[in-house]
């Protein structure tokens, strides 16, 4: 019942105009038992649009424990290398592009030995209204971080980053 509070509220503030999508793919466990939610940051944007899902540039899976009161976060690296059903081993990443995201839970549940309860994808736009819905999120740059291709230009020291900053920083590849 909380869930779906939660999952409207999110969707009023940040899938217009962006393919934010929160997916229930079966029934939750029981409330004492340990809920997984994969969420997958898309680099699917206007300019890249040839009607395919995109690829998997961030892969997290989110495992709230109600038994011992803690949530972790599991990040994919997205090339670690997988078995891909029908396509042999690739970089997991991959699934997502060549199968959609019924490919890419597949092989994630398969990779991690875990079921996947709720499904969150989104992209570039998604993930910027995210952020600036939340007021923001803080970051502590230790080095000058300067990126052309992303947009990221910090000085060394606290930053505080709206949407457009932050899906700079995200994509930066000079960290």
């Given at each position: 019942?909380?869930?779906?509070?939660?999952?409207?509220?999110?969707?009023?503030?940040?899938?217009?105009?962006?393919?934010?999508?929160?997916?229930?793919?079966?029934?939750?466990?029981?409330?004492?038992?340990?809920?997984?939610?994969?969420?997958?940051?898309?680099?699917?944007?206007?300019?890249l649009?040839?009607?395919?899902?995109?690829?998997?540039?961030?892969?997290?899976?989110?495992?709230?424990?109600?038994?011992?009161?803690?949530?972790?976060?599991?990040?994919?690296?997205?090339?670690?290398?997988?078995?891909?059903?029908?396509?042999?081993?690739?970089?997991i990443?991959?699934?997502?592009?060549?199968?959609?995201?019924?490919?890419?839970?597949?092989?994630?549940?398969?990779?991690?030995?875990?079921?996947?309860?709720h499904?969150?994808?989104?992209?570039?736009?998604?993930?910027?209204?995210?952020?600036?819905?939340?007021?923001?999120?803080?970051v502590?740059?230790?080095?000058?971080?300067?990126?052309?291709?992303?947009?990221?230009?910090?000085?060394?020291?606290?930053?505080?980053?709206?949407?457009?900053?932050?899906?700079?920083?995200?994509?930066?590849?000079?960290?």
């Open positions: 019942q909380r869930w779906e509070g939660y999952k409207e509220e999110i969707n009023q503030h940040i899938t217009q105009g962006s393919e934010t999508v929160i997916e229930v793919l079966d029934e939750p466990p029981a409330p004492e038992e340990p809920l997984n939610i994969l969420i997958v940051g898309k680099d699917a944007r206007p300019e649009q040839d009607g395919g899902p995109g690829r998997a540039d961030a892969i997290m899976l989110l495992r709230l424990d109600p038994r011992l009161m803690k949530g972790y976060l599991i990040s994919v690296l997205r090339d670690t290398r997988v078995e891909i059903p029908g396509y042999g081993a690739h970089n990443n991959a699934a997502l592009a060549w199968g959609g995201e019924e490919l890419l839970i597949q092989v994630v549940q398969d990779f991690l030995g875990l079921p996947i309860h499904y969150v994808t989104v992209d570039f736009e998604g993930f910027k209204k995210l952020v600036d819905v939340l007021g923001g999120v803080d502590v740059v230790n080095q000058p971080l300067i990126d052309e291709l992303s947009g990221a230009n910090f000085p060394v020291g606290e930053h505080h980053l709206d949407g457009e900053q932050a899906l700079a920083f995200v994509r930066s590849r000079q960290i």
